[in-house]
């Protein structure tokens, strides 16, 4: 068996170049999954925040427009109690609504100008995320 000795220890060289472009190969797969991961808990933790968010806005409009009674004003502030926290879905999620009443006049005419805002927020482990809606409604008197 004849060898060349220019041909020694080019495979070592190729097997390295192969080793090294795999290595960076996985390196990136990592990240890149752990990207989607941290991105898919923000929405996940996202969408629960709205919801919880979403409860406070429904239960302080509630307050103010009771079925089969008479408007009220309302100048108040509800937060949520920890039974939120205790179903499934919302768990480490809270609310913080508020409703704001204002008398306007608008061509003569007397309304009930009402502010809603509610504000959720949800934590999983060091992460925490917060939506906020608001809502506005008219009372003619």
């Not at 968010?53 to 109690?81: D, E, H, K, M, Y």
Request: charged share 10%.
């Amino acid at each position: 068996m004849c060898h060349n000795p220019k041909q020694q220890g080019s495979m070592l060289v190729i097997t390295l170049f192969v080793i090294v472009v795999l290595s960076f190969l996985g390196l990136t797969m990592i990240n890149l999954l752990s990207g989607t991961s941290q991105s898919v808990i923000y929405e996940v933790l996202g969408a629960r925040a709205k919801f919880a968010a979403q409860s406070g806005l429904q239960r302080i409009a509630a307050s103010a427009f009771p079925l089969n009674s008479p408007v009220a004003a309302c100048n108040t502030t509800f937060t949520s109690s920890t039974a939120l926290g205790q179903g499934d879905g919302l768990e480490n999620c809270l609310y913080q609504a508020t409703c704001t009443t204002t008398a306007i006049t608008k061509q003569s005419q007397q309304y009930n100008y009402y502010r809603f805002a509610s504000t959720g927020v949800c934590q999983a482990g060091d992460i925490w995320v917060s939506r906020t809606l608001e809502m506005d409604a008219f009372e003619e008197q």
